[in-house]
Protein backbone atom coordinates (compact mmCIF):
# COMPACT_ATOMS: atom_id res chain seq x y z
CA UNK A 1 0.00 0.00 0.00
CA UNK A 2 2.52 2.12 0.83
CA UNK A 3 4.89 1.74 -2.15
CA UNK A 4 1.34 1.99 -4.11
CA UNK A 5 1.15 5.81 -2.93
CA UNK A 6 4.77 6.39 -3.32
CA UNK A 7 4.66 5.60 -7.05
CA UNK A 8 1.63 7.46 -7.30
CA UNK A 9 3.30 10.19 -5.20
CA UNK A 10 6.24 10.14 -7.98
CA UNK A 11 4.25 10.34 -10.90
CA UNK A 12 2.00 13.06 -9.52
CA UNK A 13 5.64 15.01 -9.15
CA UNK A 14 6.51 14.28 -12.58
CA UNK A 15 3.46 15.46 -13.96
CA UNK A 16 3.23 18.15 -12.01
CA UNK A 17 6.76 19.29 -13.53
CA UNK A 18 6.08 18.04 -16.73
CA UNK A 19 3.31 20.47 -17.01
CA UNK A 20 5.09 23.23 -15.40
CA UNK A 21 7.69 22.60 -18.21
CA UNK A 22 5.23 23.00 -20.95
CA UNK A 23 3.42 25.94 -19.76
CA UNK A 24 7.41 27.63 -18.99
CA UNK A 25 8.34 26.32 -22.87
CA UNK A 26 4.78 27.39 -24.28
CA UNK A 27 5.08 31.21 -22.46
CA UNK A 28 8.62 31.68 -23.98
CA UNK A 29 7.58 30.39 -27.38
CA UNK A 30 4.99 32.91 -27.25
CA UNK A 31 6.19 35.53 -25.19
CA UNK A 32 3.92 35.43 -22.16
CA UNK A 33 5.88 36.97 -19.20
CA UNK A 34 4.18 37.03 -15.62
CA UNK A 35 4.80 40.39 -14.73
CA UNK A 36 2.55 42.90 -16.60
CA UNK A 37 5.05 45.92 -16.46
CA UNK A 38 5.57 45.71 -19.94
CA UNK A 39 6.14 48.94 -22.70
CA UNK A 40 3.34 48.97 -25.89
CA UNK A 41 4.53 50.76 -28.93
CA UNK A 42 2.24 50.64 -31.84
CA UNK A 43 4.32 51.00 -35.39
CA UNK A 44 2.95 51.53 -38.78
CA UNK A 45 4.27 50.00 -41.76
CA UNK A 46 3.58 49.98 -45.55
CA UNK A 47 3.74 46.16 -46.01
CA UNK A 48 4.63 44.04 -43.26
CA UNK A 49 5.42 40.96 -46.12
CA UNK A 50 4.82 37.72 -43.83
CA UNK A 51 5.38 39.31 -40.11
CA UNK A 52 3.35 37.24 -37.86
CA UNK A 53 1.89 37.40 -34.28
CA UNK A 54 4.32 36.70 -31.77
CA UNK A 55 7.28 37.25 -34.10
CA UNK A 56 10.59 38.98 -32.41
CA UNK A 57 11.41 42.42 -31.64
CA UNK A 58 15.23 43.16 -31.03
CA UNK A 59 17.06 45.92 -29.90
CA UNK A 60 20.71 45.75 -31.47
CA UNK A 61 20.19 42.26 -32.39
CA UNK A 62 19.06 41.74 -28.93
CA UNK A 63 15.95 40.16 -28.54
CA UNK A 64 13.79 42.41 -26.09
CA UNK A 65 9.98 42.24 -27.15
CA UNK A 66 7.42 40.13 -29.57
CA UNK A 67 4.83 41.51 -31.77
CA UNK A 68 1.74 41.60 -29.99
CA UNK A 69 -0.87 42.58 -32.97
CA UNK A 70 -0.91 42.90 -36.21
CA UNK A 71 -4.47 44.56 -38.04
CA UNK A 72 -4.57 46.52 -41.43
CA UNK A 73 -5.23 50.63 -41.02
CA UNK A 74 -6.50 51.53 -44.30
CA UNK A 75 -3.41 51.57 -47.00
CA UNK A 76 -0.65 50.60 -44.01
CA UNK A 77 -0.29 47.87 -41.27
CA UNK A 78 -0.51 48.50 -38.17
CA UNK A 79 1.85 46.57 -35.78
CA UNK A 80 1.57 46.36 -31.71
CA UNK A 81 5.07 45.85 -30.57
CA UNK A 82 5.00 44.44 -26.73
CA UNK A 83 9.12 45.37 -25.58
CA UNK A 84 10.65 44.33 -21.96
CA UNK A 85 10.48 47.18 -19.10
CA UNK A 86 13.97 47.89 -19.48
CA UNK A 87 13.95 48.92 -22.73
CA UNK A 88 14.90 52.75 -23.20
CA UNK A 89 14.02 54.38 -26.75
CA UNK A 90 14.84 57.75 -27.75
CA UNK A 91 12.80 60.35 -30.19
CA UNK A 92 14.86 59.56 -33.16
CA UNK A 93 14.55 55.36 -32.66
CA UNK A 94 13.75 53.44 -35.88
CA UNK A 95 11.55 50.22 -36.78
CA UNK A 96 12.50 48.23 -39.33
CA UNK A 97 11.18 44.78 -40.67
CA UNK A 98 14.22 42.89 -41.30
CA UNK A 99 14.55 38.46 -42.79
CA UNK A 100 15.17 36.64 -39.75
CA UNK A 101 16.41 33.50 -41.74
CA UNK A 102 16.59 32.30 -45.36
CA UNK A 103 12.91 30.21 -44.77
CA UNK A 104 11.54 33.69 -44.74
CA UNK A 105 10.76 34.66 -41.05
CA UNK A 106 10.28 38.09 -40.17
CA UNK A 107 11.55 40.01 -37.20
CA UNK A 108 11.08 43.83 -36.21
CA UNK A 109 14.81 45.60 -35.10
CA UNK A 110 14.21 48.68 -33.36
CA UNK A 111 17.47 51.49 -33.51
CA UNK A 112 17.35 53.13 -29.89
CA UNK A 113 18.55 56.61 -31.29
CA UNK A 114 20.59 59.24 -29.89
CA UNK A 115 18.43 62.08 -28.82
CA UNK A 116 18.00 63.17 -25.24
CA UNK A 117 14.54 63.49 -25.53
CA UNK A 118 13.07 60.09 -24.53
CA UNK A 119 10.01 58.26 -27.07
CA UNK A 120 6.40 59.09 -26.44
CA UNK A 121 5.39 55.53 -26.30
CA UNK A 122 1.69 56.44 -26.61
CA UNK A 123 2.22 58.06 -30.33
CA UNK A 124 2.00 55.54 -33.15
CA UNK A 125 5.89 55.61 -34.47
CA UNK A 126 6.42 54.90 -38.62
CA UNK A 127 8.43 51.98 -39.59
CA UNK A 128 9.75 50.92 -42.86
CA UNK A 129 10.35 47.32 -44.82
CA UNK A 130 13.93 47.00 -45.82
CA UNK A 131 13.10 43.82 -48.26
CA UNK A 132 14.06 40.23 -48.22
CA UNK A 133 14.30 37.43 -51.05
CA UNK A 134 11.01 37.92 -51.82
CA UNK A 135 10.67 41.23 -52.89
CA UNK A 136 14.43 41.05 -54.11
CA UNK A 137 13.18 38.34 -56.56
CA UNK A 138 9.76 40.12 -57.24
CA UNK A 139 12.29 43.77 -57.95
CA UNK A 140 14.15 41.04 -60.60
CA UNK A 141 11.48 39.71 -62.62
CA UNK A 142 10.06 43.43 -62.55
CA UNK A 143 13.49 44.15 -64.50
CA UNK A 144 13.82 40.33 -66.40
CA UNK A 145 12.93 41.97 -69.59
CA UNK A 146 15.57 44.93 -69.66
CA UNK A 147 18.37 42.27 -68.30
CA UNK A 148 17.62 40.36 -71.25
CA UNK A 149 17.94 43.23 -73.90
CA UNK A 150 21.22 44.08 -71.97
CA UNK A 151 22.62 40.62 -72.25
CA UNK A 152 21.59 40.37 -76.14
CA UNK A 153 23.63 44.15 -76.13
CA UNK A 154 26.70 42.69 -74.85
CA UNK A 155 26.62 39.65 -76.74
CA UNK A 156 26.20 41.57 -79.76
CA UNK A 157 29.08 44.12 -78.53
CA UNK A 158 31.08 40.94 -77.53
CA UNK A 159 30.55 39.62 -81.27
CA UNK A 160 31.53 42.64 -82.85
CA UNK A 161 34.78 42.99 -80.84
CA UNK A 162 35.68 39.44 -81.62
CA UNK A 163 35.07 39.80 -85.41
CA UNK A 164 37.57 43.27 -84.69
CA UNK A 165 40.39 42.02 -82.76
CA UNK A 166 39.47 37.72 -84.62
CA UNK A 167 41.10 39.13 -87.45
CA UNK A 168 44.67 38.31 -88.27
CA UNK A 169 45.07 41.61 -90.25
CA UNK A 170 44.31 43.59 -86.84
CA UNK A 171 47.40 41.66 -84.94
CA UNK A 172 49.28 42.48 -87.95
CA UNK A 173 48.66 45.89 -88.31
CA UNK A 174 49.24 45.93 -84.38
CA UNK A 175 52.82 44.37 -84.65
CA UNK A 176 53.54 46.80 -87.38
CA UNK A 177 53.10 49.91 -85.43
CA UNK A 178 55.07 48.86 -82.57
CA UNK A 179 57.63 48.14 -84.56
CA UNK A 180 57.26 51.54 -86.44
CA UNK A 181 57.14 52.65 -82.79
CA UNK A 182 60.20 51.23 -81.54
CA UNK A 183 62.08 52.43 -84.53
CA UNK A 184 60.91 55.94 -84.62
CA UNK A 185 61.95 56.14 -80.63
CA UNK A 186 65.62 54.31 -81.76
CA UNK A 187 65.87 56.94 -84.35
CA UNK A 188 64.83 59.83 -82.36
CA UNK A 189 67.05 58.82 -79.42
CA UNK A 190 69.92 58.49 -81.76
CA UNK A 191 68.78 62.27 -83.45
CA UNK A 192 69.02 62.96 -79.91
CA UNK A 193 72.48 61.70 -79.24
CA UNK A 194 73.81 63.30 -82.77
CA UNK A 195 72.16 66.89 -82.00
CA UNK A 196 73.43 66.91 -78.31
CA UNK A 197 76.09 69.75 -78.99
CA UNK A 198 74.02 71.88 -80.89
CA UNK A 199 71.00 71.56 -78.19
CA UNK A 200 73.34 72.43 -75.44
CA UNK A 201 74.47 75.52 -77.93
CA UNK A 202 71.00 76.17 -78.52
CA UNK A 203 70.21 76.48 -74.82
CA UNK A 204 73.21 78.10 -73.50
CA UNK A 205 72.07 80.79 -76.27
CA UNK A 206 68.83 81.11 -75.12
CA UNK A 207 70.33 81.48 -71.84
CA UNK A 208 72.45 84.13 -72.91
CA UNK A 209 69.94 86.14 -74.89
CA UNK A 210 67.97 86.18 -71.87
CA UNK A 211 70.33 87.50 -69.33
CA UNK A 212 71.55 89.91 -72.21
CA UNK A 213 67.30 91.27 -72.16
CA UNK A 214 67.04 90.86 -68.49
CA UNK A 215 70.04 93.50 -67.95
CA UNK A 216 68.97 95.66 -70.63
CA UNK A 217 65.48 96.07 -68.99
CA UNK A 218 67.68 96.41 -65.78
CA UNK A 219 69.97 99.37 -67.06
CA UNK A 220 66.97 101.04 -69.21
CA UNK A 221 64.50 100.77 -65.99
CA UNK A 222 64.59 104.68 -65.41
CA UNK A 223 64.15 105.12 -69.25
CA UNK A 224 61.32 102.91 -69.22
CA UNK A 225 59.88 104.44 -66.70
CA UNK A 226 59.79 107.39 -68.11
CA UNK A 227 58.76 106.31 -71.27
CA UNK A 228 55.58 104.85 -69.13
CA UNK A 229 54.86 108.08 -67.76
CA UNK A 230 55.27 109.71 -70.83
CA UNK A 231 52.79 107.40 -72.74
CA UNK A 232 50.25 107.55 -69.76
CA UNK A 233 50.82 111.58 -69.98
CA UNK A 234 50.01 111.75 -73.97
CA UNK A 235 47.02 109.07 -73.26
CA UNK A 236 45.60 111.56 -70.61
CA UNK A 237 46.20 114.41 -73.26
CA UNK A 238 44.45 112.42 -75.60
CA UNK A 239 41.90 111.50 -73.33
CA UNK A 240 40.90 115.45 -72.86
CA UNK A 241 40.74 116.23 -76.71
CA UNK A 242 38.36 113.25 -77.60
CA UNK A 243 36.27 114.74 -75.01
CA UNK A 244 36.85 118.27 -76.29
CA UNK A 245 36.25 117.05 -79.68
CA UNK A 246 33.22 115.04 -78.42
CA UNK A 247 31.90 118.12 -76.67
CA UNK A 248 32.52 120.35 -80.28
CA UNK A 249 30.27 118.02 -82.26
CA UNK A 250 27.64 117.97 -79.89
CA UNK A 251 27.43 121.26 -79.77
CA UNK A 252 27.81 121.70 -83.67
CA UNK A 253 24.99 118.92 -84.25
CA UNK A 254 22.86 121.20 -81.66
CA UNK A 255 23.45 124.33 -82.95
CA UNK A 256 25.05 125.58 -79.61
CA UNK A 257 27.92 127.12 -82.04
CA UNK A 258 28.11 129.31 -84.73
CA UNK A 259 29.52 126.49 -86.59
CA UNK A 260 26.60 124.26 -86.10
CA UNK A 261 23.96 127.41 -87.27
CA UNK A 262 25.69 127.96 -90.00
CA UNK A 263 25.78 124.32 -91.33
CA UNK A 264 22.25 123.92 -90.19
CA UNK A 265 20.64 126.61 -91.22
CA UNK A 266 17.82 125.71 -93.09
CA UNK A 267 17.79 129.25 -95.27
CA UNK A 268 21.30 129.49 -95.93
CA UNK A 269 20.93 126.43 -97.54
CA UNK A 270 18.55 127.48 -99.70
CA UNK A 271 20.38 130.64 -100.59
CA UNK A 272 23.65 128.98 -101.60
CA UNK A 273 20.88 126.42 -103.65
CA UNK A 274 19.67 129.06 -105.23
CA UNK A 275 22.78 130.83 -105.51
CA UNK A 276 24.37 127.95 -107.86
CA UNK A 277 21.36 127.01 -109.75
CA UNK A 278 21.74 130.76 -111.43
CA UNK A 279 25.63 130.42 -111.53
CA UNK A 280 24.94 127.59 -113.16
CA UNK A 281 22.43 128.78 -115.98
CA UNK A 282 24.89 132.12 -116.16
CA UNK A 283 27.66 129.36 -116.74
CA UNK A 284 25.37 127.64 -119.83
CA UNK A 285 24.61 130.96 -121.39
CA UNK A 286 28.51 132.35 -121.27
CA UNK A 287 29.78 128.61 -122.76
CA UNK A 288 26.83 129.15 -125.86
CA UNK A 289 27.41 132.34 -126.67
CA UNK A 290 31.21 131.38 -127.07
CA UNK A 291 30.91 128.56 -129.08
CA UNK A 292 28.62 130.57 -131.50
CA UNK A 293 29.35 133.94 -132.00
CA UNK A 294 31.34 134.70 -129.08
CA UNK A 295 29.93 137.21 -125.90
CA UNK A 296 27.81 139.94 -126.95
CA UNK A 297 28.03 142.91 -124.35
CA UNK A 298 25.65 145.83 -124.67
CA UNK A 299 26.95 148.01 -122.23
CA UNK A 300 26.73 152.06 -122.06
CA UNK A 301 30.27 153.13 -120.87
CA UNK A 302 29.13 157.31 -121.14
Not at 26 to 34: D, H, Q, T
Not at 101 to 119: A, F, Q, S, V
Not at 209 to 236: D, F, G, Q
Request: charged share 25%; aromatic share 6%.
Amino acid sequence: MKQTKKTEIKVGITVAVGIILFLWIFGWAKNYRLNSERKIVKVEFGSVAGLETGDAVTINGVRKGYVEDIRNSGNSVLVTVNLDDDVKLKKDATFSILMLDLMGGKKIEINPGNDTRELNYSEIQTGKFLGDISTAMAMLSSVQNDLVDVIKEVKISLTNLNDVFGKKEFFENLENTVNNLSELTVEFKSLLKNQKPEIEKLVKNSNALAENVNNMILENKNNLRTTVESASTVLHEMKKLITKINRLSDETVNRKNNLGKILYDENLIKNLKSSLEKLNKLSGILIEQLQNEGVNVDANIF
